[in-house]
């Protein structure tokens, strides 16, 4: 199983990007996707989750300007984000959450940088 995100770059303040990540491979069913950011220096946070039948559960900072949605046909998530700030800046990496052979396991895409400038 792998997972690969795509999307990330470099905006200026209140501008718009869309991050994509897919999920690959066989023998899996998918409980929760979503995208955590770590900024330097910061500890890795959760942006975004959603989660199978459930509302999606965003950052507090992020809210009204973040939106994640899932093809699950396709096995991707997708995060647009719009009116970026400076703040946004860091490594966006993308989760999953599968399920196989009834083990529950956590995975993790390579990260894509997401710079906002002022």
């Known amino acids: 199983v792998q997972l690969q995100a795509s999307g990330g770059g470099l905006v200026q303040a209140g501008g718009s990007l869309r991050l994509s990540c897919a999920v690959s491979?066989?023998?899996?069913?998918?409980?929760?996707m979503g995208w955590y950011r770590q900024a330097p220096g910061k500890q890795r946070e959760l942006v975004a989750m959603?989660?199978?039948?459930?509302?999606?559960n965003y950052l507090d900072s992020v809210k009204g300007r973040f939106a994640i949605s899932r093809d699950n046909a396709k096995n991707t998530v997708s995060l647009q984000m719009n009116s970026l700030k400076p703040e946004d800046t860091g490594v966006y990496y993308c989760?999953?959450?599968?399920?196989?052979?009834?083990?529950?396991?956590?995975?993790w895409g390579q990260g894509t940088l997401v710079t906002v400038s002022s």
């Open positions: 491979g066989s023998g899996f069913s998918i409980a929760a």
């Open positions: 959603t989660e199978n039948g459930g509302a999606p």
């Open positions: 989760n999953a959450i599968l399920i196989i052979f009834d083990a529950t396991r956590n995975y």
